[in-house]
């Protein structure tokens, strides 16, 4: 039986910042990297319906979900979603990897240095992550992200999910919320 993952060429697709609808209107794109990602034009209409299902939803807590697309041929894309607590922009990270855990803690990671104001590492950042070779699950356990920046030493790591191993209570967020 063939894989319904698609082999990816990137660690993630693309990154997008989705600005809250206001008075009915459609979600708008504040921020996408990389800015000459080209949507095809049924993924750039769903988004923003999954994005922000409710066109008036709030919450005051931070929230992180997860939903996913699938092509006519079957194949999954993934879309990692980040509400912050009482704020008007969600992150959105599209991707090929089914990696959960790792993208909610690069979009925490985001989200620090957007609070921290290092807003001028998060392009260098993604960048990196984005040209970073896809990790072999098998031989690696962390993925460490050095942006591209002149004089910087910050390495940013992440651990990898280890396909040899099922998820565990607590240490699996998803399994500790249903169970």
């Not at 509400?83 to 990897?97: E, N, W």
């Not at 962390?142 to 099922?166: A, W, Y």
Request: charged residues 25%.
């Amino acid at each position: 039986m063939e894989s319904r993952l698609r082999t990816p060429a990137y660690i993630y697709e693309c990154y997008i910042e989705y600005i809250r609808p206001q008075d009915g209107e459609d979600p708008q794109i504040k921020y996408m990297f990389p800015k000459d990602y080209e949507f095809d034009e049924d993924t750039k209409k769903i988004v923003p319906t999954f994005v922000f299902p409710l066109k008036d939803c709030s919450t005051s807590a931070e929230e992180h979900f997860t939903f996913v697309l699938t092509n006519l041929l079957g194949k999954l894309r993934f879309g990692f979603c980040r509400y912050p607590a009482k704020g008007d922009v969600c992150m959105c990270f599209l991707s090929d990897l089914p990696w959960y855990k790792v993208f909610y803690r690069i979009m925490d990671k985001i989200s620090d240095m957007q609070l921290d104001y290092q807003s001028e590492i998060v392009q260098p950042f993604l960048k990196s992550l984005r040209n970073h070779p896809i990790p072999n699950l098998n031989n690696e356990s962390v993925m460490s992200i050095i942006p591209d920046i002149e004089n910087t030493e910050q390495v940013f790591t992440f651990p990898l999910p280890n396909p040899r191993r099922l998820p565990e209570i607590p240490t699996d967020h998803n399994l500790t919320l249903f169970y």
